[in-house]
């Protein structure tokens, strides 16, 4: 069985300043990682995916992820936030061989964005 | 493009009252998830389905029952509701069920008091 660890609860950062949300895995087989986003009201939204090859992934809205297999970490960066960035972020891992019903979420990380 | 639509957006019950929450999706998608969402805690998978006809437990399925008639529909039904289940109720859905993203519903918080 795998497991994600969001340390961090809440982040506040001011506007236009960089971020780095942090997400560590365990697993005993090779892995897919995700990051997830859920702004208020909303359902979830894929911000990037790590399948396999370069271990640096950009994803939408300005965002990137660094797999780092020593480290069994998947941190989230960006490096100009926007007020529209303030949403909860979730950190993802399945089995690359099991489907998406092995996947699971981390705790979430509340990301707000001070003016 | 409707995609995931889950029905209804918020609803009370009363201790051992029974509903049925309901999730389409318009995207031909063959895989179908039910999640539940508690405070402070990640997405916990219920039940899923891997097309019509063909349904399996999740992680936290006791309480729950699901059926899948069709491609588009995945209806999650409770029983008797019980405060544990006073949670924020998500469906998703995708095209294969390996590395593919999940598209999701907006949810539906449910009360059980």
């Known amino acids: 069985a795998q497991s994600v660890t969001q340390l961090d609860s809440q982040v506040p950062v001011f506007e236009e300043a960089p971020v780095e949300l942090r997400c560590n895995y365990s697993?005993?087989?090779?892995?897919?990682l995700f990051w997830y986003v859920q702004y208020p009201n909303q359902g979830l939204q894929l911000l990037l995916k790590y399948l396999s090859g370069s271990t640096l992934v950009k994803g939408i809205n300005g965002f990137e992820a660094e797999f780092n297999k020593s480290q069994t970490s998947f941190h989230l960066r960006k490096p100009s936030v926007h007020i529209s960035d303030t949403a909860e972020y979730f950190c993802?891992?399945?089995?690359?061989?099991?489907?998406?019903?092995?996947?699971?979420f981390g705790t979430g990380t509340r990301l707000t964005i001070i003016p | 493009n409707a995609g995931v639509t889950q029905t209804p957006k918020f609803r009370i019950l009363k201790i051992g009252q029974s509903m049925t929450l309901q999730c389409t999706q318009d995207m031909n998608h063959n895989y179908m998830y039910w999640y539940r969402q508690d405070p402070g805690m990640g997405l916990k998978l219920i039940y899923y389905s891997v097309g019509a006809g063909i349904t399996d437990k999740g992680e936290v399925p006791n309480g729950y029952n699901v059926s899948r008639s069709t491609t588009e529909d995945f209806p999650l039904r409770l029983e008797l509701a019980a405060p544990s289940q006073t949670s924020v109720y998500f469906c998703?859905?995708?095209?294969?069920?390996?590395?593919?993203?999940?598209?999701f519903g907006s949810g539906t918080q449910l009360s059980v008091l």
């Open positions: 697993s005993s087989v090779s892995v897919y």
């Open positions: 993802a891992v399945s089995p690359s061989n099991f489907g998406n019903e092995k996947l699971t």
């Open positions: 998703a859905s995708s095209y294969v069920g390996t590395d593919e993203k999940l598209f």
